[in-house]
């Protein structure tokens, strides 16, 4: 029987076939021009599915029963894929989804801008699909999320893990994840089996107590170097000793074990007092040829390998123009600006933390490249309130971006613009607030889209990175 949107309602059962999946992983079914999305489906899919909102252009709908399953489903390899939110794709197909996350950027700039004929080219795959993150940080609670399965094992107020989808005050109790190394992984089940079985005080974010709130592990892809950094309300130094000592006997990977004390009520795991605990503060890692230390709270590319691709991508695109001056917004610790300084006659980086910008000349200077110079900058009013500095600088030839996951201020739009590149290499995290931008530069400014290339750096999730090239 036919299903009429107009006659569509809350609680109501309906059969649908899931065509496509939305940026930010909802599966999408259409009945004419009315789309309907649900959580968890897979394109090709027949569903049975209950409606829980109705709108007036679409519904969102939840799954009672897989009539007929998708081609591309795989049985995930997580024993947690369904209690935990955190690998939305796990259940299909690597190949399926690279086509997902073309199509996701595909619908971005076709129903979101007014722009045609945006050629976006096919997803580099990542270099490796699992253990390929080179950073986990996981929650301790005293408010265990129950598994859908059968799940007597565990005391319900103790849970080291991941947070359960949607909830801060509920933590999904796991002994690994597939998405970092063994070796991280069985020192997390060691760390894990300690603080149980010598009944350390979990955070509870409602009463604002417990000893344990975060325990981080961060791996150097290429050195294998390993760091943990245990994040607490009060100094772990006398707490932990004998765990640490257990640890850097059977782990010889493990470099440097740090303490964050954290008191303040909120969820954060950066900052307070960093207490170093066993071996150095800061573990070593490459990208490309250029070297880095990390600290506990330093910002760096979660997928070493694919941070690579990501930026031999923007090297590409910047080797078109000969010996250039590059501008580099939203710079961070510098990373993208060392990988191209070889290529390029000079190098201006701008960011807002004081601190990346700090990391960003030391990296620099470690890594003996004279070409580059980083500045404090609040891109929203360095512009105004620096006319002469920007002056004095060599007008640059390209101009990256990195922004945050809001995208560029409008405010800034114009000041890039104003700078005079003849080339925007734009990266992003968000297909969305990008393709809102490179509207922008094209329609206002009279740049044109040369291409897209899309850069999957992280497997199994519905985030994806893209790299727009515009000229003018």
Request: aromatic content about 10%; proline content about 4%; hydrophobic content about 40%.
């Amino acid at each position: 029987m036919d299903i009429s949107p107009i006659n569509i309602k809350k609680n109501q059962s309906i059969t649908i076939s899931v065509d496509s999946v939305a940026y930010g992983g909802k599966g999408v079914a259409r009945l004419d021009n009315f789309v309907i999305f649900v959580r968890d489906a897979l394109p090709g899919q027949r569903l049975k599915v209950k409606i829980i909102k109705k709108k007036s252009s679409f519904a969102e709908a939840i799954i009672e029963e897989i009539i007929t399953q998708s081609p591309d489903y795989v049985d995930p390899k997580c024993v947690y894929f369904n209690d935990c939110g955190g690998c939305t794709f796990q259940n299909l197909r690597y190949s399926a989804q690279l086509k997902i996350k073309k199509q996701q950027i595909e619908g971005v700039y076709t129903h979101l801008t007014r722009l045609t004929s945006v050629k976006i080219l096919e997803p580099l795959a990542s270099p490796e699909i699992w253990g390929y993150r080179n950073k986990m940080e996981f929650s301790a609670g005293d408010n265990r999320w129950l598994m859908k399965e059968n799940d007597p094992e565990t005391p319900k107020d103790f849970a080291i893990g991941l947070h359960a989808p949607g909830r801060f005050d509920k933590i999904l109790d796991i002994k690994q994840c597939l998405l970092q190394n063994d070796t991280p992984n069985k020192i997390f089940a060691n760390i894990r089996q300690w603080m149980q079985e010598n009944k350390i005080t979990l955070d509870s974010p409602r009463n604002h107590t417990g000893f344990l709130r975060n325990i981080m592990i961060r791996e150097g892809a290429h050195t294998r170097e390993i760091m943990i950094n245990f994040i607490t309300r009060e100094s772990g130094k006398e707490v932990l000793k004998t765990l640490i000592d257990d640890l850097i006997i059977r782990y010889p990977e493990i470099t440097s074990i740090v303490n964050n004390v954290i008191k303040s009520k909120g969820q954060t795991s950066c900052g307070g007092e960093e207490i170093l605990l066993y071996g150095d503060s800061v573990i070593h890692d490459k990208i490309g040829g250029i070297q880095y230390e990390i600290s506990a709270n330093a910002f760096f590319q979660t997928n070493t390998r694919g941070a690579e691709q990501l930026y031999d991508v923007i090297r590409e695109f910047a080797l078109e123009t000969d010996k250039p001056v590059i501008w580099d917004f939203y710079s961070g610790t510098g990373s993208i600006a060392l990988f191209l300084a070889d290529i390029a006659k000079k190098i201006y980086g701008f960011e807002v933390c004081s601190a990346a910008v700090k990391n960003a000349n030391e990296n620099a200077h470690k890594n003996n490249i004279d070409n580059c110079e980083f500045f404090e900058a609040n891109l929203d009013k360095f512009f105004q309130m620096n006319q002469q500095l920007i002056r004095s600088l060599l007008p640059p030839d390209i101009v990256v971006i990195d922004p945050p996951r809001a995208g560029i201020h409008p405010k800034f739009l114009n000041h890039i613009v104003s700078s005079g590149a003849s080339k925007i290499i734009y990266v992003s995290c968000n297909p969305s607030t990008q393709a809102r931008d490179v509207e922008q530069f094209v329609l206002v400014y009279g740049y044109k889209v040369e291409k897209i290339q899309p850069v999957d750096m992280f497997p199994h999730t519905w985030h994806i990175e893209s790299v727009a090239l515009l000229t003018k």
